[in-house]
């Protein structure tokens, strides 16, 4: 029973890959509750269903995206157990196509407990803090003819910080994609990309890709800011009172919503954070940030002792790129900040290397950005640049050293 603080450690470091600006399995009683209308309502048959099998699908337009075909599917994934889960990618895809066409999966960064704040919903909200800012870069792609799949990589239970999970749920999306006739996707060259949170399920995509979808002809992969290891991020920010604690007290309960039988942390708040746990169970952003603000590890719960927990390192150590074994097989690009006051560059500065001594293409670029955020717009044209080069296949960069 020593494990809520070192979970909410944990969360403490995990915020700082959110702040930028995460039969059916019956529910558990910490889940979030799925908004009226979604595609999260209804139960769904997993039986004899494979990774990536479409379970149901709607298709509408939106004046957001102009000329834009957009499909949402509902498909068969695993969570970090391995169990069935149904997942949700909304498809973006040019009126005028071309059979065959690239397909991106574009993975946003989302700060969130709750369904109503996932991908497939506010990207067609007035949501400032994730639509808005993720519209641009998609209307870019359709321009350029690219067909965009952007998954709820949080999943179901808008697990916020699971970061292989985030990785399965995003390859699996590409499958559902590329299963659905009317797209025209099967033979499309995949390209994958992401920042922040997003970067991390795009990196952890890339290099699960080759065991667990190696049919997936991925052509390149950008991911950006990538929360390589939480456990070097915990580290690295330490337990003061934060003005962002909100998020990493809202990361600490969406591990627990994918881990409930390995991470209690919900029996372990004490008055405080049972209260700030009802404010922010089922919310975006603005909300999560405002309750939490300035609170932090030690003001929530009823244990003041900072002793290690195994099973919380174990949860860390198999959501780590550092500890992971995999190497990517697609040419892949990952960028971060040297000054990033939020994610060391340190981890992923090691995964690059590992990546590098194992025989990967990779191109490992380094922005001298003072904000985490600012690291993605310095980063991002380099990235557009890197995956219509894969697309049209250029050969690869690297600067790795053999």
């Not at 889940?31 to 509408?60: A, C, E, H, I, Q």
């Not at 157990?81 to 990618?89: E, K, L, N, Q, S």
């Not at 040297?338 to 290397?353: E, W």
């Not at 670029?365 to 219509?388: K, N, R, Y």
């Amino acid at each position: 029973m020593r494990r809520t603080l070192t979970a909410l450690t944990i969360a403490v470091g995990l915020m700082s890959m959110l702040f930028v600006s995460a039969p059916v399995a019956s529910a558990g009683p910490d889940d979030p509750v799925p908004p009226p209308g979604t595609m999260y309502t209804s139960p769904v048959d997993l039986t004899g269903k494979n990774n990536g099998d479409v379970l149901d699908s709607r298709r509408f337009t939106s004046p957001l995206y102009p000329g834009a075909d957009i499909w949402q599917l509902r498909y068969r994934s695993s969570d970090s157990r391995g169990d069935a889960i149904a997942a949700v990618t909304t498809v973006l895809a040019p009126a005028d196509r071309a059979p065959g066409g690239p397909l991106l999966s574009y993975q946003p960064f989302v700060n969130a407990l709750g369904l109503q704040c996932a991908p497939s919903e506010s990207l067609f909200g007035a949501d400032l803090t994730t639509g808005v800012q993720e519209r641009e870069f998609l209307n870019l792609a359709l321009v350029r003819g690219w067909t965009v799949a952007v998954p709820d990589h949080l999943g179901p239970k808008s697990a916020y910080g699971a970061a292989k999970l985030g990785g399965q749920i995003t390859l699996d999306g590409v499958r559902a994609a590329q299963r659905v006739p009317e797209l025209g996707l099967a033979a499309s060259p995949v390209g994958m990309a992401g920042y922040s949170g997003g970067g991390m399920a795009t990196a952890w995509a890339a290099a699960l890709a080759p065991t667990y979808a190696p049919e997936l002809n991925i052509v390149g992969a950008a991911a950006g800011g990538v929360p390589a290891d939480l456990d070097n991020i915990a580290r690295a920010l330490g337990f003061q009172p934060h003005q962002a604690f909100g998020l990493a007290f809202a990361a600490a309960l969406g591990l627990e919503r994918e881990y409930p039988d390995r991470l209690p942390i919900s029996a372990q708040l004490n008055d405080t954070g049972l209260a700030l746990k009802e404010q922010v169970a089922n919310a975006c952003t603005p909300v999560i940030l405002a309750a939490g603000a300035f609170k932090s590890a030690l003001a929530v719960s009823t244990n003041t002792s900072l002793v290690d927990s195994p099973e919380a390192q174990r949860i860390i150590d198999e959501n780590s790129l550092v500890k992971y074994a995999g190497v990517p097989t697609a040419p892949t690009l990952l960028w971060a900040s040297d000054n990033d006051p939020l994610i060391p560059i340190a981890a992923l500065r090691d995964t690059a290397g590992r990546y590098c001594a194992n025989g990967a293409t990779l191109q490992f670029d380094i922005v001298h950005a003072p904000q985490h955020i600012q690291a993605a717009f310095e980063g991002l044209p380099a990235a557009l640049t890197f995956l219509d080069n894969r697309f049209r296949g250029v050969a690869p960069p690297t600067n790795c050293l053999r």
